[in-house]
């Protein structure tokens, strides 16, 4: 069964603090798991399957494209990325695996920098990445010291793309488990750092899924949030009617200043601005691996400050705050 993937990070899991969750996470896990879940399942399964035995080798963790094994014979290499092209469009990376270079749509390595230029401790931490998409900064948090990497996306094909990856990599301290932030068990706390990037603008209600990080924080523990902002100074919030960039499920983008209130109201403290960045064409793009369209697409062609829409493009926050 597929779930039986993910019990070496169980088993880790198991020696740490966080003991308590594993059942609590398997069970809804392995229902999500199931071969009925989802009508691609088996074709990504079959891809998954077709991916060839070969032992963990070099092992790059710790630089911006995710290294894992020595490059194959081209033709080997050609098979490969057959196999994983199966799994597109994969949309955050670089990951490069026996020579096969993913380029996916965003280079994710860009905002693991911010994130690091900001000061974010990881040492030995315990982190929580909710939304992490295929994973790919549950490796950067690992090469970076983290103890333990729990990854969750309710995003099954994004679930499928880490275990091509773990197919490879084989790192018991790392797993993307196909939950959603609510699916998270209640009363269970102890993560010494929660990422939230990228997930707060498609909540509906962002100072639920606020107070919701928070509860899963150790009293000691930091929140890393990463959302689109409006960056002018005032307490505006831009609720686009209908799409915004061309994306359906879009509810709120804020300014910072009303982002900080919404942490305080959760009760962080201590919020800080660690990076304010609009996204830039080459960060964002459509590549081999993402053959749909992307942020060039999704602005205005007279006036790249704006969407197609006719809000303000895309720009992103970092905050780090203290659970409080
Ligand atoms: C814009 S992507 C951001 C991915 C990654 N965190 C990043 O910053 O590059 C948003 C991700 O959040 C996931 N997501 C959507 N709703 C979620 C929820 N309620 N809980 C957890 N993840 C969610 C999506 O499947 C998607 O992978």
């Known amino acids: 069964m597929l779930i039986d993937r ?12 966080l003991a308590p969750w594993v059942p609590a996470l398997r069970v809804p896990s392995a229902a999500r ?3 009925d879940a989802h009508g691609d399942l088996s074709d990504w399964l079959a891809a998954l399957d077709a991916l060839p035995p070969i032992a963990p080798s070099r092992i790059r963790l710790d630089c911006d494209c995710v ?35 993913i380029d996916a749509e965003w280079r994710s390595d860009r905002k693991w920098q911010r994130l690091v230029r900001g000061g974010v401790m990881l040492q030995d931490r315990l982190v929580l990445d909710v939304g992490c998409g295929n994973g790919y900064y549950g490796y950067r948090a690992l090469g970076a010291g983290a103890r333990l990497v729990l990854g969750i996306d309710p995003t099954l094909r994004f679930v499928l793309q880490f275990l091509a990856i773990d197919h490879f990599l084989r790192d ?46 150790h009293p000691d523990g930091q929140l890393l949030l990463e959302t689109l902002v409006l960056d002018e100074p005032g307490s505006r919030i831009l609720r686009p009617a209908g799409r915004y960039a061309k994306m359906r499920n879009l509810y709120a983008i804020p300014t910072v200043t009303v982002l900080r209130q919404w942490l305080a109201e959760a009760g962080f403290a201590r919020a800080r601005v660690i990076d304010v960045t609009r996204t830039a064409v080459d960060e964002q793009r459509a590549t081999p691996w993402m053959r749909f369209q992307s942020l060039a697409d999704f602005l205005d062609p007279d006036d790249p400050t704006r969407t197609v829409e006719g809000h303000p493009a895309p720009c992103r926050a970092m905050l780090l705050a203290e659970r409080g």
């Open 67 to 101: 290294t894992v094994g020595d490059p194959l014979p081209e033709n080997r290499q050609a098979l490969l990325r057959a196999h994983l092209d199966r799994l597109h469009p994969w949309r955050k990376g670089p990951f490069c695996v026996h020579g096969v270079e």
């Open 33 to 35: 798991l199931r071969q």
């Open 172 to 217: 018991p301290r790392l797993a993307v488990l196909p939950l959603a932030d609510v699916d998270l068990p209640p009363q269970l706390s102890g993560f010494d750092l929660v990422l939230s990037m990228g997930v707060l603008y498609h909540r509906r209600e962002p100072s639920a899924h606020l107070r919701l990080l928070r509860e899963l924080l």
């Open 6 to 17: 993910f019990e070496p990070f169980f088993e880790t899991l198991s020696s740490t603090s």
